[in-house]
């Protein structure tokens, strides 16, 4: 069955720090990859996609995230952190496979001055 | 272009009360879907319809009741509230379950 895991619950950056949020899945074809961010008290907005091609991809907000077959991962990155980049995470992948779309369980992301 | 609605945005139910949380999209998807947020446990999948007529059960079905006579909408039946019942729904729709889904405002769902 496919799955994705987002081994990180907690980060904390300071603002202007760079960014990392790790995301694994297990899937057996390629996989369409989606990180979304839902800020507090709102819905999930997609910030970037991966569905062929060029490995890394450019997102709304400055992120970017690559995708990396040989150690199924899908990282998000963003080189400098803002405050009102403060939210929770979600990694995602779409199955072509079965009928459901697959979340990580969320990453909660703290933005200190 | 509304996007995906969702009604009411703020719930609160006695045990043992029924209601429907409404859903509609307006971008003709194919795929629709409900989830439930609960803090630490990311989206859980209750049902999902791939298309009119065509319903299936997710993670967490148990419940809950779903139908899709329409397109465009895919309202969500809590048949019994429970207390365990207390969460943010969201709903989702996608062109398939392959791409990326696009979801709802929530709603706020209180059983006391």
């Known amino acids: 069955a496919q799955s994705v895991t987002q081994p990180d619950i907690h980060i904390t950056v300071s603002e202007g720090a760079s960014l990392e949020l790790r995301c694994n899945y297990s899937?057996?074809?390629?996989?369409?990859l989606f990180w979304y961010v839902q800020s507090p008290g709102q819905g999930l907005q997609l910030l970037l996609k991966?569905?062929?091609?060029?490995?890394l991809v450019q997102g709304i907000k400055g992120f970017e995230a690559e995708f990396k077959r040989s150690q199924s991962s899908f990282n998000l990155r963003k080189p400098s952190v803002h405050w009102s980049d403060a939210a929770e995470y979600f990694c995602a992948v779409g199955s072509n496979t079965g009928n459901q779309f697959y979340f990580g369980t969320g990453t909660s992301l703290t933005v200190i001055p | 272009n509304a996007g995906v609605t969702q009604t009411p945005k703020f719930q609160v139910l006695k045990t043992g009360q029924s209601m429907t949380l409404q859903c509609a999209q307006d971008m003709n998807h194919e795929y629709m879907s409900w989830y439930r947020q609960d803090p630490g446990m990311g989206l859980r999948l209750i049902h999902y319809?791939?298309?009119?007529?065509?319903?299936d059960q997710g993670e967490v079905p148990n419940g809950y009741n779903v139908s899709r006579s329409t397109t465009e909408d895919f309202p969500l039946r809590l048949l019994s509230a429970a207390p365990s019942q207390t969460s943010v729904y969201f709903c989702?729709?996608?062109?398939?379950?392959?791409?990326?889904?696009?979801f709802g405002p929530g709603t706020r769902l209180t059983v006391t």
């Open positions: 899937y057996g074809a390629t996989p369409y």
């Open positions: 991966y569905f062929s091609g060029d490995t």
């Open positions: 989702a729709s996608s062109y398939t379950n392959r791409y990326e889904q696009y």
């Open positions: 319809s791939v298309g009119a007529g065509i319903t």
